[in-house]
């Protein structure tokens, strides 16, 4: 006799319309998009799709929520090409001087940037260096050199 829990389960598949569909449904309930967490809960009930569904098919959660038209605007970070992330750090750099009145040290953008850096093999120092900004150290450097190259 073979138990239940060894069975091989059939997937559930869904249209990518029943996916918005789910998620705006979601959306309307709880005023928020749900966590990858409540959608493996969900698709172990049997009740909705996996977060990995989401992923698969869109991204991710935030950018099927930008799609099915939830307002979800942190989809627009994503980082899918070496142009997408040098967009972004350069934004970050920007940011961090207007807040910080220096430019941020290769630890600060590591913390922030480390996987995508790693996936498409920029350096922050050299990045530093192309767009005209000093690179800093950690620690009692860190104020030394604020600003970019002149």
């Known amino acids: 006799m073979v138990h239940d829990q060894f069975r091989p389960t059939s997937r559930q598949k869904y249209s990518r319309e029943e996916l918005l569909d789910f998620l705006r449904k979601f959306h ?9 967490d409540e959608l493996d809960e969900l698709s172990r009930k049997r009740e909705g799709p996996c977060s990995r569904t989401y992923f698969n098919r869109f991204g991710g959660i935030l950018h099927a929520g930008k799609i099915a038209g939830l307002g979800c605007e942190d989809a627009g970070n994503r980082i899918d090409t070496k142009n997408d992330l040098l967009r972004v750090m350069k934004k970050f750099a920007e940011d961090f001087l207007k807040e910080n009145d220096r ?3 290769a630890q600060e953008a590591n913390r922030k940037f480390s996987r995508a850096m790693n996936r498409f093999q920029i350096t922050w120092k050299n990045f530093c260096i192309t767009n005209g900004y000093k690179p800093i150290r950690f620690g009692k450097q860190a104020n030394q050199f604020p600003g970019p190259y002149k």
Do not use: G, H
């Open 28 to 36: 309307k309930e709880n005023e928020r998009l749900p966590t990858n």
């Open 103 to 105: 430019y941020p040290s």
